[in-house]
Each structure stands twice: as structure tokens, then as C-alpha cells.
């Protein structure tokens, strides 16, 4: 089990973030101690992670949500759940190309002030 601090420390995540996650049903309803304090399990971690990933590559929320409901909706919902991660797999794909669009226009650039030093 880990403490709410642990959960921030191990997932990047702010408690802010992990209370409204919980709040908005992407975290399902966190254990708590005795004394009304949240312990998170190692699964709640690794979902978190997954939260993570699809945040940190631009998924939005309200599709976040979808993807958790799929998942705790049962296995028959794997179709659905390969559908959304493979259009998010394209939004990825093109977030990346536009970096190296923009990432070879720096590099033309730093080349061009090299030349006129």
C-alpha cells in the first residue's frame, strides 16, 4: 500500500490531480485507512501509470474517461479499447511528425546562424 505522498512521488502525478481523478471516476475510489487516510495499491499505481502515458501524449480527458469505463466494463470491450488507443496511436504519431517538422526548421536555422558567424 502506499501513502498518498508515495502515490505522488511514484507516479508524477499532484495529490490535487489524484483527488480530482478520483473525484471524476478515471481512479476508482481509493482505499482508505482507519483514520480516513487513502492507500493506494500497486494496481491503483500501475492504472495511474497508464494515466500518465495517455495525458502525457495528449489524450483528452472526457476520452480518458471513456477508455476507463471500457476497461471496468469486462473483457468484451478489448475491440473498443484497441479501436480508441489505435486512434490515439495516430493523434500520437502525427503530434510527433509535426515535432520533427519543427525540429528540422531549428536545425536549418542553427545552420544557417553557424554560417554567418
Same mark, same amino acid.
Given at each position: 500500500?502506499?501513502?498518498?505522498?508515495?502515490?505522488?512521488?511514484?507516479?508524477?502525478?499532484?495529490?490535487?490531480?489524484?483527488?480530482?481523478?478520483?473525484?471524476?471516476?478515471l481512479l476508482e475510489r481509493v482505499t #482508505?485507512? +482507519?483514520?480516513?487516510? !487513502?492507500?493506494?495499491?500497486?494496481?491503483?499505481?500501475?492504472?495511474?501509470?497508464? @494515466?500518465?502515458?495517455?495525458?502525457?501524449?495528449?489524450?483528452?480527458?472526457?476520452?480518458?474517461? #471513456?477508455? +476507463?469505463?471500457?476497461? !471496468?466494463?469486462?473483457?468484451?470491450?478489448?475491440?473498443?479499447?484497441?479501436?480508441? @488507443?489505435?486512434?490515439?496511436?495516430?493523434?500520437?504519431?502525427?503530434?510527433?511528425?509535426?515535432?520533427?517538422?519543427?525540429?528540422?526548421?531549428?536545425?536549418?536555422?542553427?545552420?544557417?546562424?553557424?554560417?554567418?558567424?
Open positions: 500500500m502506499y501513502t498518498p505522498a508515495e502515490a505522488v512521488e511514484e507516479t508524477g502525478f499532484s495529490l490535487d490531480t489524484l483527488r480530482y481523478y478520483e473525484k471524476i471516476g #482508505r485507512n +482507519a483514520s480516513g487516510q !487513502r492507500r493506494f495499491t500497486q494496481d491503483d499505481i500501475g492504472w495511474l501509470g497508464m @494515466l500518465r502515458c495517455l495525458r502525457d501524449t495528449g489524450m483528452p480527458i472526457a476520452t480518458m474517461l #471513456r477508455f +476507463a469505463e471500457l476497461v !471496468r466494463a469486462g473483457d468484451h470491450t478489448i475491440p473498443d479499447r484497441i479501436k480508441l @488507443l489505435e486512434e490515439h496511436d495516430g493523434h500520437v504519431q502525427a503530434q510527433i511528425a509535426n515535432l520533427a517538422e519543427r525540429q528540422r526548421y531549428i536545425h536549418n536555422k542553427i545552420s544557417y546562424y553557424r554560417s554567418v558567424m
